[in-house]
C-alpha cells in the first residue's frame, strides 16, 4: 500500500518555526520521486509553495521564499519543509505529494498522484 504520512504540523505564535516531515512508504513511490507541499486553508484551493526534484534542484514560491525551504532524504524516502518566520496566513492543513506526471518543478496540484493525509499549521497573532 503506497502512504505518505506527514508530520510535525502544530501551533505556534507568529514569528515561530515548524519542520514538517512527509515519509514514503511502499514501493511504487521512488526514493527521488519529485515531492512537494501544498498547504490549502479552509475555503481555498491547495496551492504549492515548494517543490525538490529527485537531483535537489528546489522551486519555491515567491510568497514563502527566504521563509520556507524544502529538502529531501532519498535514503530515508523523506522529504521535509522547514517553516521560519511564521505568519498567521501560513495556517493551513499541509499536504505533501509524490510523483508529478509532468515536469517536476513546474507542476501543480493536478499533476501529482500521491497525496498524504496532511498536517495541521496554525499560527497565532
Known amino acids: 500500500q503506497v502512504q505518505l504520512v506527514e508530520s510535525g504540523g502544530g501551533s505556534v505564535q507568529a514569528g515561530g518555526s515548524l519542520r514538517l516531515s512527509c515519509a514514503a512508504s511502499?514501493?511504487?513511490?521512488?526514493?527521488?520521486?519529485?515531492k512537494s507541499w501544498f498547504p490549502q486553508a479552509p475555503g481555498k484551493e491547495r496551492e504549492r509553495v515548494a517543490i525538490?526534484?529527485?537531483?535537489?534542484?528546489?522551486s519555491v514560491e515567491d510568497s514563502v521564499k527566504g521563509r520556507f525551504t524544502i529538502s529531501r532524504d532519498n535514503g530515508r524516502n523523506m522529504v521535509y519543509l522547514e517553516m521560519s518566520s511564521l505568519i498567521p496566513e501560513d495556517t493551513a492543513m499541509y499536504y505533501c505529494?509524490?510523483?508529478?506526471?509532468?515536469?517536476?518543478?513546474?507542476?501543480?496540484?493536478?499533476?501529482?498522484?500521491?497525496w498524504g493525509q496532511g498536517t495541521q499549521v496554525t499560527v497565532s497573532s
Open positions: 505529494a509524490a510523483g508529478s506526471r509532468g515536469s517536476c518543478l513546474d507542476g501543480s496540484a493536478a499533476d501529482f498522484i500521491y
Open positions: 511502499g514501493w511504487i513511490i521512488s526514493s527521488d520521486a519529485c
Open positions: 525538490i526534484d529527485r537531483d535537489g534542484r528546489i
